[in-house]
């Protein structure tokens, strides 16, 4: 039975093509954009289906390059816009050292030192053994030490906010540190969001384009196949 293809027009028999409904969903849309009057009814032949199936796979092809390119351009605007995504300077800022500073954070390392305890202490028991056998009680400052501890009580208050101006400078310090840490977190988490929507779109379009080219191949196979099997039944009848 001969059949007129609706693609090229040319007459050719049933067996030579196949009828439009027995294709793909996918490539039945495809077989309408590029050809108006498809059909139910409508018959092509093998030779219109090769030239077809090129242009689809070149259209997937097409459509896959075009959403990976628009895929980089968010990407890179966001790059471009997001400021957590901008370089971030590794070098903390250090605002100049007045004298006072850099003698309270001397004052603070020497006073929380082994080395001060020793030498206090061995000050305090100096001290206290001139004045209580050396000079008999009799001293510049005989027992209970009236001078020594004006003295500790004038150590200790001065002691006390040096050692505070060094803390707060390291506070300030450690103030710094925290922000960056958290902006490199951000930044990371930001990049790990990037990735993965990269990541989404090769699993949604690609895998999905690769199935559909499987299922396309294996459409193909069968109906390779059923060709064979009638040429080999023509055969038989033949003989």
């Known amino acids: ?81 997001d400021e957590t995504l901008q370089p971030i300077d590794a070098h903390l800022k250090e605002k100049p050292i007045t004298f006072g500073e850099r003698l309270s954070d001397r004052i603070a390392d020497f006073g929380g030192s082994w080395r001060f305890i020793i030498m206090f202490l061995s000050f305090l028991v100096v001290w206290m053994l001139i004045n209580t056998f050396y000079l008999m009680n009799k001293g510049f400052d005989p027992y209970p030490y009236i001078l020594l501890n004006l003295m500790l009580s004038c150590v200790a208050a001065l002691q006390a906010p040096v050692i505070m101006m060094s803390q707060n400078r390291q506070e300030d310090k450690d103030r710094e540190r925290a922000e960056y840490d958290f902006k490199v977190n951000i930044k990371a988490e930001t990049e790990i969001q990037l990735l993965h929507k990269k990541l989404d779109h090769l699993l949604l379009h690609q895998h999905r384009n690769m199935i559909e080219l499987f299922q396309l191949h294996l459409d193909l196979t069968e109906q390779v196949q059923q060709r064979i099997d009638t040429l080999k039944k023509e055969d038989n009848e033949r003989t």
């Open 1 to 81: 039975m001969e059949r007129t293809c609706s693609i090229t027009g040319a007459i050719v028999t049933d067996k030579d093509g196949v009828m439009w409904m027995q294709l793909r969903p996918a490539l039945q849309a495809f077989v309408k954009t590029i050809h108006d009057g498809i059909d139910a009814g409508s018959f092509i032949s093998y030779k219109a289906l090769n030239e077809i199936l090129h242009a689809y796979v070149a259209n997937l092809t097409a459509q896959e390059t075009k959403a990976h390119e628009v895929l980089m351009e968010n990407v890179q605007q966001q790059y471009e816009l």
